[in-house]
Each structure stands twice: as structure tokens, then as C-alpha cells.
């Protein structure tokens, strides 16, 4: 490298502000001879890049003023929400805060993150300065934020991380702790490296202690940041929104009642039915939240960078602020509330004939949980449930069976998965477990926000205006060519290149209903499946059986919700409040910014659950469980617990002496001397061997003996010499890492 050169200079002139000329740099530096053109030139170059900015004819000083063009990183929010960037160098982030202005020209990308770094242009008017990207950088992985619990150690400071994905500690200096303390959960950012050897960190925030109960959740929060702490102008807003002053239909007097889980907090919709003669009269009321959150307010931005609710189980990280999530736009009980309505007019068949929407004024009858509704109809009715029993549970029931009938016509994917709650006890401990029961009221509120999902999209689908869709695609080629591999091997036959259709696989849960596969196709035909995402263009919804589908009941936890509603005010001019021109062309970046918030959450309310359920039983090891395999790759074999639903991992190495092949067509593990096989959804009896309550593993033996070789399967022929390396695949039996299946319920 010649001398002088870049890093050289911006290092003299650190250390010798005073040196602003030509000469004075020369000098410090002992720059001589044609040293001095290098010198002009590296000047030149700093210079056009907004580096060093020209104070005289030959002087120059390091510049605070970013170039039009530059990199900048993503640093943090301000007390509005807006995301504050600066530009970045070599040296660092330098220059004024600039305000994310969203992107560049047409260009569209995935909403930025703190720490983000990206292209950008950057301007300054009326003394702000905004950037607007061009591209975001991919950020690696191993440059983000780890979560872990410090530790002091004879050779300095540790973070173990809490994802079982990091597989290494980072090493922390005592500069770099922060503050730290032994037992500390912090979040860690790992520090440039050069060459090999240990990776470092600094801490970057202490998040609270490891034997805090509800490190589960702090651990999860920190780890996909989640924002739990909203801005003072959010707050302030949130206390001070007055709706919007616009005409409303008066509902206070029809009997409009919520049906919600025991212990909610807010209540966004409330149904109400009527018979007619020729049929059914139904109401879906929604919380009218965009009369409270206005396009590119401070709440409306802080809404969309949320995205949605995140729901843990000691604790709810809201879209909204409490203020309007569980008081304003909650739909109370015997309070006057705003609310966006559909009524829906069905016949007796549960077909729907037509629908309205209006901006509307009610007043909920009733507040009740889906327990004491069930419990009313059952015969056993509470006090409050007994007063609407006759006027308005009888009418919703007689409407959800008539709509039973329409659902069975349509055939809609039945994949009723169980869904077990995680119980916390007011010191923060995991009290217990229990699977949440599914009563016909659950099934008639889901039924009724459908048929109101639909409604939305149909009406602004009519009108010509852009929206949010809920779209699923149906399954690719790839998955149902892995479906039929897995069928041949319970001698069932899947036609190939046909149109896959919901009922074809309704038809196969339903032949193995009884059997002893029917856990194994019914997680087989889950893995089959897409992942529901946003999209302002529409592909129907497979899962559903739906041509056309919007998010459209949930306004207070899914910011898609506010679009559609906002949508529908523009489309049916209902207020000014309603969908903004900048908002519309934004739609597809939006989408996929939902999309990315949406899973965002799920990873994290996933993450957390496996955590509580592992500090559950941390003090069973040893105990024996029943439990059913769930996933089964090359690596061994993942057990789901039946009494707590815990996912736990087998090691295929531990199983025992013989060696365990993974026969990928039949997701089993077989062994290559026996033939007798391991395969997925077989009940199995295993012990806990160990819990890792940080990264939330259970660690599994399998009691149970194989099931027997089938008969007239051929064993895999064993290569000669040394076994198969890890990794390496011969025929359709793989031997090396693996991942397990998907598993968790898809959200509609």
C-alpha cells in the first residue's frame, strides 16, 4: 500500500483538528516529492465523497455534511417513532440525523431495521434531513444482536446465547461490559473480527436476570426486536385521539354482545343475529380504530412499524397503546363505542344473499367468555348469559348452523390441531398447562369474522379499490411430490399433476381418522401446506376454499385490519379518515412488511413458549413422558409431549447400538441391520434426560421398541468399508443434518 493513504489521513486529522490546510497535513504527515499528489489526491477523493468538506482554496475539515449518495445505518427511533439514520464510513456513522423517508424513486424493499445499514439519497430542506433508500444491505448473521446470559469467568466475561442456533459464546472484555453482572441476560452485539480465534462482543443492554420467571418472554422481546416501550407523542396522542366526526348508523339498541377468551384485555368485535323469514340477519361489529389513528400520525407509524400484537404468555407487546387497545376502542360493555359494522343477510342454506357496511355507533349488551356462552346454550346458563340467552345466543346458534352447512358445501381445509396454553401464576412461574378447549362458540365467532373478512374484500374489490388480501397458495409442486412419496409408503396412491383441491385432502384425514397413521398424515398434510402472507394481489385463499379473503375484525392487533378499514372509508365515503393516496402505492411494500412483522412474532411467541415450558419441567428430569414423534430427519427424532405439548430431541445416535438411516419418502429412521423403524407421528414412551431452560431444549431417550420392518421392504445396501459420511445420500435414504417439520398452527 503506498503511503499516504486514506485512513492515514482521517487519522492525522482526528488527532489535529487545527490541521485544516494542505500544507498542515503535508507537514504532520512528512509528506515529500510526489507524495504530495497521492496526498492531493486522497484529499479530492474524501472530499467528493462528503468525508472532508473544503473550508478555503487549498483547506479542508472533516465534513459532518453526508454526500447526496452515501451509506447510511439505521440507529434508533425518536420520541415521534420516526427511524433515525446517519450516514456510515470506514469510520463510523457521522454527519446530522436524517429521518427515513421510505424508498427512492419506485424502487421497494423490506422495511429497514435498527442496525440496518443501506444505500441511500439523502437531502436537507428547511433544515431537516431525510434519507430515502435505494437498497438495504443484507445484514449476516453474525453481525446481529445475540441474547444470553453473562457470565464472569477466570479468563474474562462470557454471553452463552439463548438461541441453540449460535453455537458459540462470545467473549466480552471489560470495556465492553456495560456494566454487566454474573447471571445478567443481555443482549450482546458481536464486534468486527479479524482472522480466526474467539468472537467478541460488547453488551449493549442488560435486559434483567436469568432467574427473573419471566426471562422467557424479556429473552424473546430482546432477541427479534420486538418495540415494547412506546414514544411520549405516541402516548400523548394515544391519551388526548378524539374519533372522527362523521355521520353513523345508531346500533345502541340492537343487542350487539362480544365472546372472547376469559381473560381479555380488549374486545374489537361484537356479532349479533336475527332470523328472518327467509332466513338469517347478521351483524358484525368491528372497533372503528382508524377513527382513532389517522394516516402518518406519530400513532399511526409507530402501528405499522409494530405491524401487529405480539402475545406471550405472562404478556401482551400491543400494536396500541393501552390507552385505545383496552379502553377507546375496545368494545365495552354497556359503553358507547365507534365501530365499522357489516350486516349480512343470509337464507336458511347459510348462502349469503347480500351485505352493508355502515359507520356506526353501539353499545355491547354483553361481555362474555366463549366458556360461559357454550355453557348458556348447553343449558347451564350464568346470571348474564341467562339474560341474553332467549334474544340473542338462540339467534347466533340457529345462524352459525345454517352456515355450518355453507362451510361443509365450500369444504374448507379441516386441520383441527390442538392448541395448549401455557398458565402463568402471578410471581411469573409457569403454574401449569392445559389445552385450550374448542366449544361450537369458538367455531361460530371464527365462522362469522370470516364471512366479514369476505365481505370487505368483495365490497372494495366492487368499488375498484386497492387493498390488503389475507391470500394461501395452494401447495407447490415440490411439496405434494414429497406428500405422495410419504402415501406410497401406506400403500395410498396421490395422483400427480392434477389440481390440488381442499377437499382431496379432507378426504385423506378422514380415511385415517381412526388409525394408527392418522397423527402422521395429519402432520404430513400440515408440512404440505403455504404460509398465509399479505398481498395487494389476489390469489384466493386455499386453506379457506375462498376466492377472495381480507383481514378486516382485528383493527386493534393487525395493522392489515386498519388498511382494509381505512380502504372502505375511502371506497364507501364514509369520512376523511380513510385510505391515503401514499398509503395505496405503498400497499405491496406494506404486505411484505406485515408479513415479515407477523412472523416476527410468531418465532418470538414460539421461542418464548418452549422456554416456560422448559423451566417447567426442569425439575421432572428423569421423569417418563408419553409423547408422539412430530419430525424426523437424519439427526434423530423430535417428541412431542402429550401432557404438555413440549417439543423434546432424540439424538439418533442415542437411540441405541444399531445405525439409524433416515428414509426420507417415509420420514422414518430405520435401522440398517433390523429394518425395524421409527416413523413419524408413532406414539412413544420417553424419558428426560436434560432441560436447557435457556435455549429452551429437552433432551429426550426413547423407551419404546421400533416398530417391526415392513414387510417385503428392501434394507439399504451398506457401502463397503467405512459407513456413509454424514451428509452423503445414496438412493432416497439421506444420512446427515436435518431440520424438523414445520409444526405449530398457520394463522388464517
Known amino acids: 500500500m503506498s503511503f499516504p493513504d486514506r485512513e492515514t489521513v482521517l487519522a492525522f486529522l482526528r488527532e489535529n483538528p487545527e490541521a485544516t490546510s494542505k500544507q498542515d497535513i503535508a507537514r504532520g504527515l512528512k509528506v515529500k516529492g510526489r507524495e504530495r499528489q497521492t496526498l492531493r489526491a486522497i484529499l479530492k477523493d474524501l472530499e467528493a465523497d462528503g468525508t472532508l468538506t473544503k473550508t478555503g482554496k487549498r483547506a479542508w475539515a472533516q465534513s459532518d455534511v453526508p454526500p447526496p449518495t452515501c451509506v447510511i445505518r439505521f440507529e434508533r427511533t425518536d420520541e415521534d417513532g420516526e427511524l433515525i439514520a446517519r450516514a456510515f464510513g470506514k469510520e463510523g456513522a457521522y454527519g446530522p440525523d436524517l429521518i427515513f423517508d421510505g424508498y427512492s424513486g419506485k424502487s421497494r424493499g423490506p422495511a429497514p431495521g435498527i442496525g440496518d445499514r443501506g444505500l441511500a439519497r439523502v437531502k436537507q430542506s428547511g433544515g431537516v434531513w431525510t434519507a430515502r433508500l435505494m437498497k438495504l444491505f443484507e445484514t449476516k448473521d453474525e453481525e446481529r444482536p445475540v441474547t444470553g446470559v453473562y457470565l464472569n469467568t477466570a479468563r474474562g466475561g462470557r454471553v452463552k446465547a439463548a438461541s441453540r442456533k449460535v453455537k458459540h459464546e462470545l467473549h466480552v472484555r471489560e470495556a465492553d461490559k456495560n456494566g454487566a453482572e454474573d447471571g445478567d441476560l443481555v443482549l450482546a452485539r458481536p464486534l468486527p473480527q479479524r482472522g480466526y480465534g474467539p ?39 394515544a391519551q388526548s ?116 357496511f355502515m359507520r356506526a355507533l353501539m353499545r355491547s349488551a354483553g361481555a362474555l367468555s366463549y366458556e360461559e356462552a357454550q355453557q348458556a346454550i348447553d343449558g347451564n346458563p350464568s346470571d348474564r348469559a341467562a339474560a341474553l340467552l332467549e334474544s340473542v345466543l338462540k339467534p347466533l346458534w340457529a345462524a352459525y348452523a345454517a352456515l355450518s352447512k355453507a362451510r361443509a358445501k365450500r369444504g374448507p381445509l379441516e386441520l383441527d390441531l390442538p392448541e395448549r396454553k401455557v398458565e402463568i401464576a402471578k410471581d411469573g412461574t409457569v403454574a401449569g398447562i392445559r389445552t385450550k378447549e374448542r366449544f361450537d362458540a369458538h367455531k361460530l365467532i371464527e365462522e362469522l369474522m370470516i364471512q366479514a373478512n369476505v365481505c370487505a374484500a368483495e365490497e372494495l374489490e366492487k368499488h375498484k379499490t386497492p387493498l390488503l388480501y389475507r391470500v394461501h397458495d395452494a401447495p407447490s409442486d415440490a411439496k405434494i411430490a414429497a406428500l405422495s412419496e410419504f402415501l406410497k409408503t401406506l400403500d395410498i396412491k396421490w395422483p400427480l399433476g392434477e389440481r390440488t383441491q381442499t377437499h382431496r385432502f379432507n378426504r385423506l384425514l378422514f380415511d385415517f381418522e381412526d388409525t394408527d397413521n392418522s397423527e402422521a398424515v395429519s402432520e404430513i398434510v400440515l408440512r404440505t401446506q403455504s404460509q398465509a402472507i399479505y398481498s395487494p394481489d389476489n390469489i384466493g385463499h386455499f386453506g379457506l376454499n375462498l376466492k377472495k379473503y381480507a383481514h378486516f375484525t382485528s383493527p386493534i392487533r393487525r395493522y392489515s385490519d386498519l388498511i382494509v378499514h381505512r380502504a372502505l372509508i375511502s371506497a364507501l365515503k364514509f369520512g376523511p379518515d380513510g385510505l391515503t393516496e401514499k398509503q395505496s402505492v405503498q400497499l405491496e411494500e406494506i404486505a411484505e412488511h406485515l408479513v415479515r412483522t407477523e412472523r416476527r412474532s410468531m418465532a418470538a411467541e414460539r421461542e418464548a413458549t418452549d422456554r416456560y ?136
Open 199 to 237: 468472537v467478541r462482543a460488547e453488551i449493549i443492554e442488560v435486559l434483567g436476570r436469568q432467574e427473573d420467571p419471566r426471562a422467557a418472554s424479556l429473552l424473546a422481546i430482546a432477541a427479534y426486536e420486538i418495540p415494547t416501550e412506546f414514544p411520549q407523542s405516541v402516548i400523548d396522542q
Open 241 to 356: 385521539a378524539k374519533p372522527a366526526n362523521v355521520p353513523r348508523t345508531d346500533l345502541r339498541q340492537t343487542p350487539l354482545i362480544t365472546i372472547d377468551p376469559a381473560d381479555a384485555r380488549d374486545h374489537d368485535d361484537a356479532v349479533f343475529a336475527e332470523e328472518t323469514k327467509d332466513g338469517f340477519r347478521v351483524i358484525v361489529a368491528i372497533a372503528d380504530v382508524a377513527a382513532f389513528v389517522t394516516p402518518d400520525s406519530a400513532l399511526d407509524r409507530e402501528a405499522v412499524k409494530r405491524g401487529n400484537s405480539t402475545y406471550f404468555p405472562d404478556r401482551v407487546v400491543p400494536m396500541l397503546p393501552f390507552e385505545l387497545s383496552a379502553d377507546a376502542c375496545s368494545l365495552k360493555e354497556g359503553q358507547d363505542r365507534h365501530c365499522m359494522a357489516v350486516e349480512i343477510q343470509f337464507d336458511k342454506s347459510g348462502t349469503k344473499r347480500s351485505h352493508k
Open 613 to 748: 415450558l422448559a423451566h417447567f419441567l426442569a425439575d421432572r428430569v428423569g421423569a417418563e413422558f408419553e409423547g408422539r414423534i412430530t419430525g424426523v430427519t437424519a439427526s434423530g427424532l423430535f417428541v412431542r409431549l402429550e401432557e404438555t405439548g413440549a417439543d423434546g430431541f432424540c439424538p439418533a445416535s442415542r437411540i441405541s447400538q444399531e445405525y439409524w438411516a433416515y428414509n426420507e419418502a417415509a420420514q422414518a429412521l430405520v435401522g440398517d441391520n433390523s429394518g425395524k423403524r421409527y416413523e413419524l407421528g408413532q406414539p412413544v414412551t420417553v424419558r428426560l434426560q436434560e432441560v436447557t431452560p435457556l435455549e429452551g431444549g429437552l433432551l429426550l431417550e426413547i423407551l419404546s421398541d421400533p416398530r417391526p420392518r415392513k414387510p417385503g421392504e428392501k434394507l439399504q445396501p451398506r457401502t463397503r468399508g467405512k459407513r456413509f459420511d454424514r451428509g452423503k445420500r445414496s438412493g432416497n435414504v439421506k444420512r446427515g443434518k436435518g431440520k424438523a417439520g414445520g409444526k405449530g398452527k398457520r394463522r388464517r
